[in-house]
């Protein structure tokens, strides 16, 4: 039971290097999200996608970019990293609304990126 | 103003305690409500969800007020392996995401 998983796990970057976080689900799951965690702040919605093919903005889109070219995978991307990117990044899947509103969010393990 | 307020904590407290933290929400329109359990550097999981009558799951008890905007939660019998963040969800502005607080710490000691 794979669930959710995330790639790579741990990432050191140095100050505008790009890289791109892979986010993959065996559950064909609908909806798809990128949320990252920072001490004292909780998980802001970075972006989300309800299909494939579709992407939309969260709370804190700026200096990401998404894609959803398959149904399983939601790809993070990060043109020109910044210290302020240093976080714990959490993928998310859900069926749909409905299972949302049942809790049934599942998430993967964390990529730990630091950016120096 | 957050959409979802909680207590960071840390409630310190000893083996067999009883603790309770809420948490508030600002979107008067939030239908579904939850608490999630965060252990250190882990995802977040599903704890259980709150429901307009109050619900319990063994030691765990969930309240939710909706006139006021506050969801409870309320462990008894405190176990050191309670000790994690207890993240306070709540459905969005939209149906398609979740609105997370910053979570509480317990720390449940021997």
């Known amino acids: 039971n794979a669930g959710v998983t995330q790639t790579p796990k741990f990432r050191v970057l140095k100050t505008g290097q790009s890289m791109t976080l892979l986010c993959a689900q065996d559950?064909?799951?609908?909806?798809m999200y990128w949320y990252r965690q920072d001490p004292g702040m909780g998980l802001r919605l970075i972006h989300y996608?309800?299909?494939?093919?579709?992407?939309a903005k969260g709370e804190v889109p700026d200096g990401y970019n998404v894609s959803r070219l398959k149904k399983q995978n939601f790809l993070l991307g990060l043109e020109s990293a910044a210290p302020s990117q240093t976080s714990v990044y959490f993928c998310?899947?859900?069926?749909?609304?409905?299972?949302?509103?049942?809790?049934?969010?599942?998430f993967g393990e964390g990529s730990r990126l630091t950016v120096l | 103003r957050k959409e979802v307020e909680q207590d960071p904590g840390p409630f310190n407290v000893p083996e067999g305690a009883t603790v309770a933290f809420n948490c508030t929400y600002s979107?008067?329109?939030?239908?579904?409500f939850f608490w999630y359990r965060q252990d250190c550097r882990k995802e977040p999981k599903l704890l259980m969800s709150?429901?307009?009558s109050g619900n319990e799951d063994g030691r765990f008890t969930a309240q939710l007020n909706r006139a006021s905007q506050y969801i409870s939660l309320l462990i008894r019998d405190s176990k050191l392996s309670d000790s994690a963040t207890y993240l306070c969800?709540?459905?969005?502005?939209?149906?398609?995401?979740?609105?997370f607080g910053a979570g509480t710490t317990v720390t449940v000691r021997a």
């Open positions: 998310a899947s859900t069926q749909s609304p409905d299972a949302l509103n049942t809790g049934e969010l599942f």
């Open positions: 559950m064909n799951h609908e909806y």
């Open positions: 996608s309800v299909g494939e093919g579709t992407t």
């Open positions: 979107n008067s329109a939030s239908q579904s």
């Open positions: 709150v429901y307009s």
């Open positions: 969800v709540v459905t969005g502005s939209n149906d398609y995401k979740l609105s």
